[in-house]
């Protein structure tokens, strides 16, 4: 064979291989947040052990249904029946909200959900309102709006309520304080809750009764709340909330206005799915055989919780994962978040992380979840279907059976479609091609083959190759790469 | 408006997929495995375990002691005064001495509701395999209010109101009515991950199950 | 039996070890191995990493090598995931219904899926006198659900002892492109598992899959920790004859 023009410019490769483009790396990519989280010792203990927690509470409340395998099933037909028809589901709820006394409202993107909710509340002429956060709350900046309208709004929740004084974000969207520990909970309630017992200490029962004390007064007289739900059922327009510790019900039994967001993919065909979706929701999430408490509630009643009851369904992006039919599979999930604690980068990221132009769902879910809603335009976005090793421990935990190492290298090829069309493509690209042309062929695999081994082991010492130029060095930062032998196997094998 | 917007979205997502008829495999469980409970007394022997394992009380008494047992049971937490939903059959009360129960027509106010020891009410059906009861404002049960803000919660389920599985309460239940699934004394998981009673509804439930 | 070996690009570079254990072992228990020197890569890395077209080049390239042979055997449980799962969703993403037929005809096995389900043997009389812990590479965990044919085999070995792996089934952090692009989180979690590969007191850690061992053996050699990474193959070819 002869030495011809060498394909490859190999520095050039060493150095970009798991590079960015350029003017990328200033803007905040998940790789240079997560530096961040895993410089947090104390977060990352706490995200640990509660991950190992929930992992084990799901493992063992999954092993006993015998029959979950066939509700997973069940679960994935159920939600892409209620997607694939959404347009009628929607129409469906709406009417049978209608007709049971409630009103709907649609929105189109997060500012206009915003808009619908504050004008809700004034229309009330009140200043005060109770709020169970959700995702989808959180997901709308739903606060900040109250907040800048003249509105004080308290949280039912006491991880909200924590993470709120302590000035935080949620590190986790079912579990807002799981990245705290019990201690660090205690001393924000001591420093910045007014009425903390000063002789508290960090058992969580002491806990939840001081935050209950402190939100008890406000809650009850409260006139107007604003919740998420977990489910509206469109035959019925009945919606379903599980929850834990009851602020749920008090949003929805004691106010006279209740305001509820729902994301437009939380509808669901018809009651009877619920027999279903109530089972697996539960057990993934929290490992409970049921929420401690479940309520369903259809319109409004006569003499039981509010007069008014309007439901706002927010678009937002979504219609835009839906219109990918690969990845529309994302817009399944019923938020249980049992990827989370099965995800090994989750466990020492946390949720910050993958905080995407402030987007709330974190871990796997997220990383598949925001791109698709938001866009993969921006470094932050596009960074996310990368932030995976592609172990696959997500998807085999997914009650609805989400796809999503599949859905994840889906996405990666889109990151990377929409950068072919820069004029001048970025580094990674350029050697990926050029690897990919020299691997095409024996003919241009094999000199660069023989060119690649002698670069290395001239980077070689005793074996082993400590630092890489460029990039690559991001490997030999804290790996050692074996050196490779003079001869590759092929040359081994003829040569026998 | 945006209400076509976002429905125009919606059909322009799905293009030639909307539509699409999804058939719903059902063949999970919809009725306890006889390795669950092989008999009648299994399944309700099964619901009181499952109830038993949310940390609530539960208490198995024949249909002539209910009275009595009701009674013992507000004693023992020294109750002075107790709501109670106003069709409350009359007979559970009926050993009552020494506690004042407020009948409720959707008239307490929700501050004596948070004053009062506690309440008593029915329920509209049971899962054993959850250790869930379930209420829907039906007879004995009341308005929702009556059951979240008293700190105390005794539920009385008579044994052929408990069913298998969640299936079969799903079926039973009217989804028109407000349903309320309680499983345990509220419990929060948002601080260690302990499951803590607290934090907003009745942080302690007992459970009477009527058998005849 | 006629077996072609797919020996993978990283292990033709680095580990060349691993693919001369795989032919001497499956030559040992009576099959003829061949080695197609047309074959380079499977397009793993590609299309991981979202390079779908490049991807599907190196997949034609694959299946045209590789098409005319019965049975292809491959110590890479990557690979072989990609070939398998991957391959019709690269058709799929390409649009290209050709590259799906051909991949459809290929059969190829990861090699201890070859050893325990088509040859039958799990005692394949090896002998490696090391205490050794296994560590389940993702891929060949939850995407070719090996489930335990690794192990099966390594309790055949004579004079091997198995150590327990703690958290065994949690990934090692590599992930392909991902030990560059997000080399803090992946660092991370190559120590947890090194701190794993330690407490098994082991002196050898195998896996089924080089990719994943150069990762690990990579962050053990820069600790100095006294542990080889080594691929099962190697394991399995070892005899008393061969120390």
Redesign the interface.
Known sequence: MTSGPIPLPMPRVLGA??G?GPGEAARPR??TA??EA?ADTGQRRSLRESMAVLRGRREAATAEAADWEELREAGRAVRDRSLLSLDTHLETLEGAVTDAGGTVHWAADAAEARRIVVGLVRATGRSEVIEVRSPVTREIGLDRALAGAGVDVAETGAADLAVRLAGERPAHFLLPAVHRDPAEIRRTFLRRMPGAPSDLTDDPRELADAARAHLRRRLLSADVAVIGAAFAVAETGTLVMPEGDGGGRMCLTLPETLICVLGIEQVVPCWRDMEILLQLLPRSATGERMSPYVSTWTGVSAQDGPRDLHVVLLDNGRTAALADEVGRAALRCIGCAACLSVC??YE??GGHAYAAGGSVLSGPIGAIWTPQTRGVRGAAEA?L?????????C??VCPVKIDIP?IL?????????ARRHRPVPPPE?AV??A??WA????RR?EPA?RQ??RWARLLSRGG?I?RLPG??G??T??????A??R????V???ER | MSRERVLRSVRAALGEARGTEVNVPRDYHHRLTGEEAGSRADVVALFSERVADHRATVRHVGADELATTVAAALWAREAKRIVVPDDLPYGWLAQLEGVQALADAGTVDVAVLDAVDGVVTGCAAAVARTGTVVLDGGRAQGRRALTLVPDYHLCVVHADQIVGTVPEAVARLDPYRPLTWISGPAATLDLGLRRVPGVHGPRELEVLVVED | MRVALF?A?F???????T??AV?SLLTRLGCEVS?T?????C?Q????????R??A??AR?FTEVFGPQDVVVTPAASCATTIRD?YP?IAE?TADPGLAGAAARLTVYELTEFLVDVLGVTDVGAYFPHRVAYHPT??S???LRLGDRPLRLLRAVRGLELAELPAAE??C???????????????????DKVRHIRQSSADVVCAVDNSCL??I???L??LRGGVRAMHLAEILAATEASR
């Open positions: 291989l798991g960015t998940f790789a997560a530096r895993l090994p980068v020492r990221t960074s279907p990368f932030a995976s090793t592609l172990c696959g421990a998807g085999d599949g290298v889906h996405l990666r090829g889109k990151v990377v479609q690209m990926m091609r690897l990919a691997m095409g062929d024996r695999y083959l690649g081994v082993r400590r990039l690559l991001k490997w930062e804290a790996r050692d790469l074996p490779p032998p001869d590759p196997f092929r081994r094998w003829r | 020996v690009c292990n033709d570079v680095l580990f060349p070890r693919g001369e032919a080695f020197p047309e074959q380079t890569c397009g890395m590609h299309w991981s990493t979202g390079y779908q490049e991807a080049g190196l390239g991957a969703r993403a993702c891929h965990l939850r995407a949690e990934c952090g590599f992930g392909g492109a991902f030990a560059m692009k997000n080399s803090d989180v992946s660092v991370a979690m190559v120590a150069a990762h053996g990579g962050a050699s820069r």
